[in-house]
Structure formats: C-alpha cells, structure tokens
C-alpha cells in the first residue's frame, strides 16, 4: 500500500468579485476622526469588526461608536469583534462619546455595543447614561442605536427604549435556518421578540441581515414575512465578508441584480 502524504485542509477565502470596492481611507476627514477615537480613546465597532467601508464613512466624517468596551462576550462566527472576559465598565464613556459627538458636529450619531451578559442590567445603564449625554452636549444630534437582544430580560431593553432614540436598531444578521450556525448564543424567536417590543414602544425599528453565509430565496423571504408580523419598518440587506479564515467562510457573492430583487420584494 503506497503511504500518501498528508495535506492540512485550509480554509479558503474566496476572490471578491468586481461589483465590491471600497475607497482607501484618506482625506482631511478621516484624519479628524481618527484622531478624536485615539484622543477620547473610544471604541468603533468599524475598528473592532475590521469593517471594509471604515475608510469610506471616516473620510464622510461619519462613524459608529462602539460602548460597554470592545470585548464581547459572545462568539458569533461571522464576527470580528474579540470574544472573552470583558474588562470593568467606564463609567466616563458616556460623557466622551457625547464630546466627539459635539466635536464633530455630528448630525446623526449611531451607537452600538458589544454584548454584556457578564452584567446584571446587560450594559442597559450606560446605555441610558451615554444616550442622556449625548441629548445634554448636541441637543440638534439624532440618535440611532443598534441594540443586543440582553438576553430577553426585558427590563433593560425598556431601560434604553425609554430615552426614545429616532431609530432603534437590532439585527437578525441571517435567517431562521443559520441562526444556531451564526450566532449561536443567540436565537431567532428572541430576537423577533425584542424587534416587536421596539415597535410596540413606538419607535422606529430597524434591522439588518447578512447575505451570502449559505441562505436561500425561501430562507429570505420568510425572514421577511416575520419581520413584517413584528412590526420592523426598516430592513438592510448587505453582503457578508468574512474577517479572517478563522471565521464563517462566504458561501455566495451576491450579485446587485438579486439585491434590487429583494428591494422590490420587500
């Protein structure tokens, strides 16, 4: 019997096809606001989540700023934001996002987080305390806040919820099917549930999910369907790119056509 060699399997990345480009980052702007993250030493979900777009929105002047620290204490395998133990609270960041805010003249503020499920109110405090700020230094800012799920405790989704943001903001990230493959310390129905609570608050709610981890036509229609029973007003489609070979592999590019396919759908 002839011994055959070995050959570790790698996972491949796969080529980016035309119809994706992003702009290097450049330009006056985004030396702005990356030197008030480093200066304020704040976190931005563009850093933590290696965004391919960060070049494109600094360069606007525009950026998500990312509270609560930037470890999470989840593993999603489509993220790249750190997973572990996170550190103390910073009971000063809400009072430094609201600076920079103010600094950069920022006239729509998104703000997201990791997930907190070390913390008995999930993060839901700071939370409050930054979206107070913020109010308090740049009464003309609108707020958007992109939310976790706190673990369907209730209480602390209400926390937040209660400072009326123009828009509330949490993601499905991909369908029914995948969820325990994507996120798995997630769940779909939980995630329904807060998108419905958001709406019945009478708040503007959006959500976003994720294309290419392997979904079907079906898969994203019926997300559609469930979405509209829970009352989301504002879906967002993109397209999936994996962070590093460690994490969940891009099963399909989409093409632009099968986007504007969707819009009309939706």
Known sequence: MIDLPVVPAVTEVKRKPDWLRVKLPVGKEYAQ?????DTHKLHTICESGNCPNMGECWGAGTATFM???NICTRSCSFCAVATGRPLAVDVDEPNR???????MGVKHCVITSVDRDDLKDGGSIIWAETLQAIRRESPITTLETLIPDFKGQWDNLYRVLEERPEVVSHNMETVKR???QVRIQAKYDRSLEALKR???FGLRTK????????ETEE????AMDDLVANGVHILTLGQYLQPTRNHHPVVDWIHPDTFAMYKEVG
């Open 33 to 37: 606001v990356r030197s008030l993250v």
């Open 219 to 222: 898969d994203i229609f019926e």
């Open 97 to 103: 996002i609201a600076s920079s805010v103010k600094l």
């Open 207 to 214: 959500t976003g999910i994720m294309l290419g981890l392997g």
């Open 178 to 180: 995948l969820t325990r």
């Open 198 to 200: 958001i709406s019945e």
């Open 67 to 69: 509270i609560l620290g």
